[in-house]
């Protein structure tokens, strides 16, 4: 990929990712939640294992293996608790307002890994821009939930951000074993691993539902089943193509203002909705004038 045409495709992932996460909503409501993450997570491991078959010789998707400690292999059960949280709260408060919280939780879990440096990560000083950005984005996620049925909101609002918490520590989880194993190869370890850890607890504490869940797939289109494990296997392919070509907080930054900004056409409009997002991207433009200021480019 051209280095020209990565922003653009960064902004399209996110984009992707919020399509993604309505069409992993919309086959657990027909369905049930566990049935839709079985399915989109069986996809990620069958696309992912005919890729690396397809690219045995090229080193980009078979690049050479290290070893890795074995909790590494787990990193999917990050996911399972991801689409849970995407479900309930794209479900109960609309699409724009849980990836705006989810947003927003990436950006909060961003800062925890910066004041405190945890999984290894270097320990950065956060300045006071950095600390306004993440008021400045709360307030948006204020402002939308205005559009929304009050106090009741707040549970599944909190959900959607945990979401996105559990997404940066996932991210940065996974980038060690991506390391060590390759991308492609990390990617269907993930889903392998959640695959197997949502069908155990679905069939042992809800196996009726389940069951249920899976009888209704006949009644619904093939593009419902499929579009939401193809669309995850779309965002980690452009990640990885993306992310190494441009600086983090360039491919962060556009990633997560496709989210918000697609959200909105995916919901029901509300002027809340709007002006709620566009502060949210206001603080996560301050937020990235704070990580440009400290980046090796701007001294």
Known sequence: ????????????????ISVMVVANTRLGELTTNEVSMIINQTIGVILTTLILLAGRKVETVNPPRRPSRWYMYFGGLFGVFIMIANFYS?????????????VFGQSLMGLL????G????????????????IAVSFLGIVIMSLSKDGTLSLPYIAMGMGAGVLTMLQMTYNSSF?????????????????????????????????LEGF????????????????LAIVVVTSSNLVIPRIPAIY??????????????????FAWSLLIGAIVILIGMALNFISDWKASPQAA
């Open 1 to 16: 990929m051209k280095k020209a045409l990565c922003p653009i495709a960064a902004f399209l992932t996110g984009i992707v």
């Open 90 to 102: 794209v479900l109960k408060v609309g699409a724009a307002l849980a990836m705006a919280a989810a």
């Open 113 to 116: 890994l910066d004041i405190f």
């Open 118 to 133: 945890l999984f290894g990560m270097k320990r950065r000083r956060v300045d006071r821009v950095k600390g306004i950005s």
């Open 178 to 210: 991506a390391a060590a194993k390759g991308a492609i190869f990390s990617a269907r370890q993930n889903a392998l691993s959640g695959v197997l850890a949502t069908a155990l607890y679905a069939f042992i504490l809800m196996p009726q539902a389940t």
């Open 215 to 230: 009888r209704k797939l006949p009644g619904i289109s093939l593009v419902t089943i499929c579009l939401g494990g193809v």
């Open 251 to 268: 491919s962060s930054l556009l990633m997560s203002a496709g989210q918000v900004l697609s959200s909105l056409i995916l919901d029901d």
